[in-house]
């Protein structure tokens, strides 16, 4: 196997699949769905403060 | 635009998740790094994960190899074994080689320096009790890893549209934080030779 990122990633990939349960994938899932939410509320609001500014 | 935004986010995020994630899993099934021997470029053996200094000698070992193929390219080419098509394409070929695994250490540097403090990079750096030469050497390393981060940002600059500013201020501080934190290392090096 080529040495590369993606090479690499993917491997973790695998193996993460093969061990998390669906219980433990979900609940990753739904806390980076949050923290994603939060920053593009954050963007959201920065925004319309420099367009008021 | 905010779902392209969401799109990278939720790669970078989940790509960060996967890596914390695996790095325990690891550490306690060591046996994967037999079969998949990709592993061994960023994990020890015993499954914990290598240090900046065993990161940056093999980048420095795998950019020495590369160098000596080089040569033996030129030498074949110089004495006609091979042709100048032939010549070309495995020099092609090298490099494209080096660039990836530039990339690869480059990440796997800038991850370390990002998720430790600077307490234990500096303890994972004073426990080899290096000399001059390797401490001036980890030190460029170091180096090149921030200068090819910063050139990695730059290229990827330009597909930023103007419309995504708060994604870019977003991505814009995370490097420079981490840039900044590099800077740092590579000038606690650079002391730890002057001394």
Redo the contacts between chains.
Sequence with gaps: ?????D???Q??????ES??TKEEKNN??N???D??SK??S???K??EMEIDE | M?KD??ED??KE???E???K??NN??LNNPE?IKK????E??YNVDGTKKDIYSLASERDIKKMQIKSDKNELDFKFSQNIITKDEYEKSINKIYE?QK??D??YD?LIFEIINNSTMEEIKNSIFKYNLNNIDLTRLAEAINSVSENKIEEFRCNNKDFMIDK???W??KYNKISKSISKAREVESFIIDMVKN
């Design positions: 196997m080529e040495i590369t990122i090479n690499l990633k491997v973790k990939k695998e193996i993460f061990k998390i990753i899932i806390k980076i769905e923290e994603i920053i593009l954050d963007f959201d920065k925004e | 905010n935004i969401k986010l939720y995020k989940i790509n998740s996967i890596n994630y695996v899993i690891i994967f998949y021997p990709i592993l470029i960023e080689k990836k695994q990339l690869l990440d500013l708060s994604y201020n977003y």
